[in-house]
């Protein structure tokens, strides 16, 4: 925004002041960008697509899961701050991980790879005693009559 009003302003000055205008350089996109860019984001958002309608009709419980818990998290969290606030903070966080990452790099893998061996017992352990006993109410056999 400073930008454009400082180029407005030089552009009015220099017309007053029977100056040349300031350079600007011609802004244009190529079809062959247009084309491959729409390309892209139409694969991306066709996948999006086919993804939340998986979710949607409860396909895929374990991603159902995660997108709930994701959802859960955010609104936790959204009412606890301002968006402002998110915005300032998720910024600083932005900024401040990797280079704490870069310098720990070696603690905090081992770390990580603890967790991650613990999480994946732990899931195992829940799979195993309860969700291999639960009926979701759908069979992979289709019904003959």
Do not use: C
């Amino acid at each position: 925004m400073l930008l454009i009003t400082i180029l407005f302003l030089w552009s009015n000055a220099a017309a007053i002041l029977n100056r040349p205008p300031p350079p600007l350089p011609e802004l244009e996109l190529s079809e062959e960008t247009i084309y491959g860019t729409s390309t892209i984001m139409h694969a991306k958002i066709n996948y999006a697509l086919k993804v939340s309608r998986e979710i949607a009709l409860g396909k895929d419980l374990k991603l159902f899961l995660k997108v709930a818990f994701v959802l859960l998290i955010m609104s936790t969290v959204g009412s606890w701050f301002d968006l402002l606030t998110i915005a300032y903070i998720s910024l600083l966080v932005s900024f401040t991980i990797p280079a704490l990452y870069d310098k720990y790099e070696d603690y905090i893998d081992k770390y990580l790879e603890i967790t991650r061996r613990q999480l994946r017992n732990k899931y195992e352990k829940f799979d195993t005693y309860i969700l291999s006993k639960v009926s979701w109410g759908f069979s992979k056999e289709k019904k003959i009559q």
